[in-house]
């Protein structure tokens, strides 16, 4: 295994303030408590699941939290495990003090709603065979996709069944940018136990990210302008990040990164009409899955099962 090296910190992540100490809070308390689990018979484990659009600083956290802890990470990749015995193998042979992470869940293994499912095979013929309807359908026991026969079943029993019971001390983590793809069992609390949304870049992460990357603070210049306009574009930390590398970090080349970015907020709001600007519009408090969509952590109140 190769030593985990990632420079993500708590005090690097360009995320809300208050999420991000409210994580810091949840993931020390989690340690601190083996004989509070065991007291209350719960195994001493603890799921997240982050979710949000690509470029929110979900791998990011997740390496973060892993520095935090000091833990090993196992990333695993579910396609390449070819049954659910294999599954739950490999969380019997990982080690106490571990981060098992799973990203893009929803693109691993057909993971979707079973409800959903039932009411499409409704409106179709049946298959000819029993073989041909576990093809189509890899949550009810089918290999479907490549070689990998894991399903739902055994993804649930992985996360939350007897045998993850056996191993303690983990945090397990899914990461999406679509928590609608995924059936309400996986992500229920006791399987995943935090639900937290990274969404597009704030006040508060810019703020951070020109502190990082730049060396400046709220005194510039342009940054009320900036702060002002992210409340009227959808912009992801990252796509602001890498504006900024592609700038000199002090100086001159500071005040020519603050233009670049505030040029390309303008451009963005030029292009999109008033309904569809900025992360307001974006809200819409749609229900998916049991999710409050499309707010951070203090409007929509994390699952937190303590």
């Not at 083996?34 to 001493?44: A, D, F, L, N």
């Not at 073989?131 to 993804?155: C, I, K, Q």
Request: charge should be negative; glycine fraction near 8%.
């Amino acid at each position: 295994p190769a030593p985990f090296s990632h420079p993500s910190t708590f005090e690097t992540l360009a995320i809300d303030p208050v999420l991000r100490d409210d994580i810091r809070d949840d993931l020390l308390r989690f340690v601190s408590r083996r004989e509070y689990y065991s007291r209350v018979g719960r195994s001493w484990k603890r799921g997240y699941f982050l979710y949000g659009p690509p470029g929110t600083g979900k791998t990011s956290l997740v390496a973060a939290i892993a520095n935090l802890l000091e833990f090993d990470v196992y990333d695993l990749e579910l396609t390449a495990v070819h049954s659910n015995t294999v599954l739950r193998r490999l969380l019997v042979s990982t080690n106490p003090k571990s981060v098992v992470v799973i990203e893009d869940v929803d693109c691993s293994l057909d993971l979707s709603d079973r409800n959903k499912k039932k009411k499409k095979k409704k409106k179709k013929s049946k298959p000819d065979s029993d073989t041909e309807e576990r093809e189509m359908d890899p949550s009810e026991g089918g290999a479907g996709r490549g070689t990998s026969s894991v399903n739902l079943s055994g993804v649930l029993n992985f996360v939350d069944g007897l045998w993850s019971s056996c191993v303690g001390e983990r945090l397990m983590i899914f990461t999406t940018n679509h928590p609608e793809r995924l059936d309400p069992a996986l992500l229920r609390p006791g399987r995943m136990d935090r639900k937290i949304h990274l969404s597009y870049c704030c006040p508060a992460a810019f703020r951070m990210l020109a502190r990082n990357y730049l060396e400046i603070g709220e005194e510039h210049e342009l940054m009320a302008e900036a702060e002002a306009l992210l409340a009227e574009v959808d912009i992801t930390p990252a796509e602001i990040a890498e504006m900024f590398m592609r700038c000199d970090g002090e100086g001159k080349g500071a005040d020519a990164a603050m233009e670049k970015v505030i040029g390309e907020m303008r451009r963005q709001k030029a292009a999109s009409p008033p309904s569809e600007r900025g992360p307001a519009a974006a809200l819409g408090y749609g229900m998916e899955n049991g999710f409050l969509l499309g707010c951070d952590s203090r409007m929509r109140g994390d699952d937190d099962a303590h």
